[in-house]
T-cell receptor
């Protein structure tokens, strides 16, 4: 149980385009989902927290207009990187908190984004 | 000073060895403690979750929490090459609004 999926697993795009990443909780309802960014050999950096049906809360230094997050249902959150640039290239990982088991998080497999 | 300190390694051990991974923390309000395993280019996988001080065992893994010393450990018995990964400790205060605070991760290499 407690499976989180992400799609796509990797994406290559041209500079200036927008990229959408989906995060789904497959076998549980997630009232809260989180989006992280990870650079090589570094730990996870929390970008934003999203609660179902409400606006996301962004961490300091994260541009909310660049990283659009939508948490439209209890099983789906999306991250859209708008007007992507090479410096946005990174590994993006989502996680979800089980509605019935609130004190831990389950992570997706990650999405590798390369902006050319 | 970081809230959570974790030796980044790398830690190299021979197959079959007992591995000890550790984290220290400074925030006495942390009440929930987790260990995640992350393989290269993959998302973290929850290994162990503990709340109280003491030991919790699951197969070859034992998580230990000492709240009085603000110290947590993960022990891996009979280590296998497939255990080679980065191990992240994570912890949080009580409450649904609180976020996980991660250690930097320890890279473990189990050699044949």
């Amino acid at each position: 149980g407690a499976v989180v999926s992400q799609h796509p697993s990797w994406v290559i795009c041209k500079s200036g385009t927008s990229v959408k990443i989906e995060c789904r909780s497959l076998d549980f309802q997630a009232t809260t989902m989180f989006w992280y960014r990870q650079f090589p050999k570094q730990s996870l950096m929390l970008m934003a927290t999203s609660n179902e049906g409400s606006k996301a809360t962004y961490e300091q230094g994260v541009e909310k207009d660049k990283f659009l997050i939508n948490h439209a249902s209890l099983t789906l959150s999306t991250l859209t990187v708008t007007s992507a640039h090479p410096e946005d290239s990174s590994f993006y990982i989502c996680s979800a908190r089980d509605r019935g088991y609130q004190e831990t998080q389950y992570f997706g497999p990650g999405t590798r984004l390369l902006v050319l | 000073q970081k809230e959570v300190e974790q030796d980044p390694g790398p830690l190299s051990v021979p197959e079959g060895a007992i591995v000890s991974l550790n984290c220290t923390y400074s925030n006495s309000a942390f009440q929930y403690f987790m260990w995640y395993r992350q393989y290269s280019r993959k998302g973290p996988e929850l290994l162990m979750y503990t709340y109280s001080s003491g030991n919790k065992e699951d197969g070859r893994f034992t998580a230990q929490v000492d709240k009085s010393s603000k110290y947590i450990s993960l022990f891996i018995r009979d280590s296998q090459p497939s255990d080679s990964a980065t191990y992240l400790c994570a912890m949080k205060v009580a409450g649904t609004a609180s976020k996980l605070t991660f250690g930097t991760g320890t890279r473990l290499q189990v050699t044949l």
